[in-house]
């Protein structure tokens, strides 16, 4: 199989399992840091608009999918 012309086979042959781990954790530690401003952003309860809700809970869904996707790729 090719993509853009080069073999698939090119874009994981020279990463290491190490590697792609350290890249999982850093994503899992990422998706924890969205859901928590989403948290706080929520929490905020002096001045809360609408755009802040709909940001706050935009965070907290994009954290929650990234920590799952790469908690699972980490684990198996």
Do not use: C
């Amino acid at each position: 199989m090719k993509l853009f012309g080069l073999p698939i086979s090119f874009l994981g042959s020279k990463m290491s399992s190490e590697t792609i781990q350290t890249g999982n954790l850093i994503f899992i530690i990422w998706g924890d840091l969205l859901y928590l401003i989403g948290v706080v952003l929520l929490g905020n309860q002096k001045k809360r608009s609408k755009v802040q809700h709909i940001v706050a809970l935009g965070l907290l869904s994009v954290g929650i999918l990234v920590v799952i996707n790469n908690l699972l790729q980490y684990l198996f």
